[in-house]
């Protein structure tokens, strides 16, 4: 269930290097071996290392499960962590686009072309090479099961020699190289000789590590893959991934030292860990959350703006983050948090004001309150909980619909899963990418990569427009001048109400040196952890 979230949110970075109608190559530092360094101060320990050692295994808890690992179509969500896999290209903890399975990568706006060139030596883990024909394999394969962001704009897929596929494309735009280099690859050879159903519980990447064996909703155990092509990593022998839901037994866990490191830690317990003296790494971006209501259907009364506004009065968020966060979460006046590229200072067009409300009901002609039903599921409870206290205060009657994971996925992301969308109302959320131009085109824009549908009916011809200037915007001052603006033009519309910016936390036991969530959760480089030898 992981990929749910990772996948969504997605997540993702934006190009923005390229500047007029001049080719271009990227070509970034390249891929280290050196493991970062720790968000937070390690324990004092008697003779501290001075880097990685190598041995071990590591014992991850994680709080879902998934159901399918290999198959690039519908994988389950191991590759977001990439410690089976690869993708074309990568970002670090500052949001810079830096290769992975690509050296570098060129750019033509005249002629529309996107050419890959991809490393050489790198084997997948049943000994075929990873090459342009794989590459190619792989994006053909997310182009015809409709998965791969702007497929529609994909006219070829060229291999112009064993290492550099060119793609030719309808036109160009600034979001090219992070739609089309986000594909994690798999071996063709393995799924050919075998099958898409075999494929979906065997995954044959080119990561760090290779499966073992799994239990749906119970464990994951990995191994060392020895032909990685990072050489001298990875470090550990082996990681077991542990489904654990319960964040209390979690919490015991690491504490008994059953545990190595707990990925995606509630807020309250990371904090509560965090005291206790073990590390934990807050990512830089973590989750948006928002009040999404149903502007797709035509007949839906959420069409009429000013209910829309009166939802964004009604809730006090600065209240919610103090009641709900533990210190750590950010009340949102707009889409963009604080520190993003999108943010607009001191703007916020619609503070708590229950009065204001209420008066905006009456004007839209429900003087005497309505009725609602409010979708979320069990990781917005609390959150639905705190909106329909704020709503019914000012005369809106929301039902909570708490629904399992998979039924508010099929109608949260209904554009992603084939749902329905949702009736009314939806708490969610999305991830927060850097820069934030990204984000805001995949989860707000006019074909949402997330599948948030269900909102459609409430953007307008200048917010879409302004997704337009952002596509083609390659200057990157312009771009986050645009990117502000768009912001501006979200509240405008009041597409969404913005709530909270919730973090994303990894708890680390002393002596594991682990990047996981310095940059996103879906930036995860398994090959730099280590554990310090007792």
């Known amino acids: 269930m992981k990929i749910i979230y990772s996948i969504l949110v997605i997540t993702l970075l934006l190009t923005i290097a390229m500047a007029g109608c001049a080719e271009k190559t990227t070509t970034p530092a390249a891929t280290s071996a050196s493991p970062p360094a720790s968000s937070a101060a390690p324990s004092v320990t008697s003779t501290a290392p001075t880097g990685p050692q190598s041995g071990g295994t590591l014992r991850i808890i994680r709080n879902y499960g998934v159901t399918n690992v290999g198959y690039p179509p519908n994988d389950g969500g191991m590759?977001?962590?990439?410690?089976?896999?690869?993708?074309?290209?990568?970002?670090?903890?500052?949001?810079?686009?830096?290769?992975?399975?690509?050296?570098?990568?060129?750019?033509?706006?005249?002629?529309?072309?996107?050419?890959?060139?991809?490393?050489?030596?790198?084997?997948?883990?049943?000994?075929?090479?990873?090459?342009?024909?794989?590459?190619?394999?792989?994006?053909?394969?997310?182009?015809?099961?409709?998965?791969?962001?702007?497929?529609?704009?994909?006219?070829?897929?060229?291999?112009?020699?064993?290492?550099?596929?060119?793609?030719?494309?309808?036109?160009?735009?600034?979001?090219?190289?992070?739609?089309?280099?986000?594909?994690?690859?798999?071996?063709?050879?393995?799924?050919?000789?075998?099958?898409?159903?075999?494929?979906?519980?065997?995954?044959?990447?080119?990561?760090?590590?290779?499966?073992?064996?799994?239990?749906?909703?119970?464990?994951?155990?990995?191994?060392?893959?020895?032909?990685?092509?990072?050489?001298?990593?990875?470090?550990?022998?082996?990681?077991n991934f542990r489904v654990i839901p319960d964040p209390v037994s979690a919490s015991a866990m690491m504490e008994a030292g059953q545990a190595d490191l707990w990925f995606d830690a509630p807020t309250k317990f990371a904090a509560d860990l965090e005291k206790k003296g073990f590390k934990v790494n807050w990512a830089v971006t973590g989750f948006f959350w928002g009040l999404f209501a149903n502007t797709a259907n035509p007949d839906s009364k959420w069409n009429n703006k000013k209910l829309r506004e009166a939802l964004e009065y009604a809730i006090d968020r600065p209240g919610m983050a103090r009641a709900l966060g533990y210190g750590k979460f950010e009340a949102l006046t707009q889409v963009a948090p604080k520190g993003s590229t999108g943010y607009n200072d001191g703007y916020d067009p619609r503070p708590y004001n229950p009065e204001k409300a209420r008066q905006l009901l009456a004007e839209a002609g429900y003087s005497k309150g309505l009725q609602t039903t409010l979708l979320c599921s069990a990781m917005s409870q609390?959150?639905?909980?705190?909106?329909?206290?704020?709503?019914?205060?000012?005369?809106?009657?929301?039902?909570?619909?708490?629904?399992?994971?998979?039924?508010?996925?099929?109608?949260?992301?209904?554009?992603?899963?084939?749902?329905?969308?949702?009736?009314?109302?939806?708490?969610?959320?999305?991830?927060?990418?850097?820069?934030?131009?990204?984000?805001?085109?995949?989860?707000?824009?006019?074909?949402?990569?997330?599948?948030?549908?269900?909102?459609?009916?409430?953007?307008?011809?200048?917010?879409?427009?302004?997704?337009?200037?952002?596509?083609?915007?390659?200057?990157?001052?312009?771009?986050?001048?645009?990117?502000?603006?768009?912001?501006?033009?979200?509240?405008?519309?009041?597409?969404?109400?913005?709530?909270?910016?919730?973090?994303?936390?990894?708890?680390?036991?002393?002596?594991?040196?682990?990047?996981?969530?310095?940059?996103?959760?879906?930036v995860w480089n398994l090959n730099n952890s280590w554990i310090e030898k007792k």
């Open 79 to 239: 590759e977001q962590g990439q410690d089976v896999t690869r993708r074309l290209i990568n970002w670090d903890e500052k949001g810079n686009v830096v290769p992975d399975l690509a050296e570098s990568w060129k750019e033509d706006p005249v002629n529309n072309t996107l050419t890959w060139n991809l490393r050489k030596g790198v084997k997948f883990v049943d000994g075929t090479d990873f090459n342009a024909e794989a590459a190619k394999w792989n994006m053909e394969r997310l182009i015809d099961t409709k998965r791969l962001t702007e497929a529609d704009k994909v006219k070829s897929l060229d291999i112009i020699d064993t290492y550099t596929l060119k793609m030719s494309l309808t036109d160009l735009n600034s979001q090219a190289a992070i739609n089309y280099g986000w594909v994690a690859m798999y071996s063709p050879a393995a799924v050919k000789a075998n099958g898409e159903e075999w494929a979906k519980t065997h995954p044959v990447g080119v990561g760090p590590f290779t499966l073992v064996d799994w239990s749906p909703d119970n464990f994951v155990n990995l191994k060392k893959f020895d032909n990685y092509f990072v050489k001298g990593t990875p470090y550990l022998d082996g990681i």
């Open 382 to 522: 609390d959150y639905a909980t705190a909106i329909q206290a704020n709503l019914l205060a000012v005369g809106i009657d929301a039902k909570i619909d708490l629904a399992d994971f998979a039924r508010f996925n099929s109608m949260y992301m209904s554009g992603f899963f084939g749902g329905e969308g949702f009736p009314e109302l939806a708490v969610g959320m999305v991830g927060i990418d850097l820069p934030f131009a990204t984000g805001l085109i995949r989860h707000f824009g006019p074909t949402p990569m997330t599948g948030i549908l269900s909102i459609n009916g409430a953007k307008s011809p200048e917010f879409l427009a302004l997704c337009d200037k952002l596509y083609n915007t390659f200057d990157s001052a312009e771009l986050t001048k645009v990117t502000k603006q768009s912001v501006k033009q979200v509240s405008e519309d009041a597409l969404v109400v913005p709530l909270l910016k919730t973090p994303w936390a990894s708890v680390m036991a002393p002596g594991v040196h682990d990047d996981s969530s310095t940059a996103h959760n879906v």
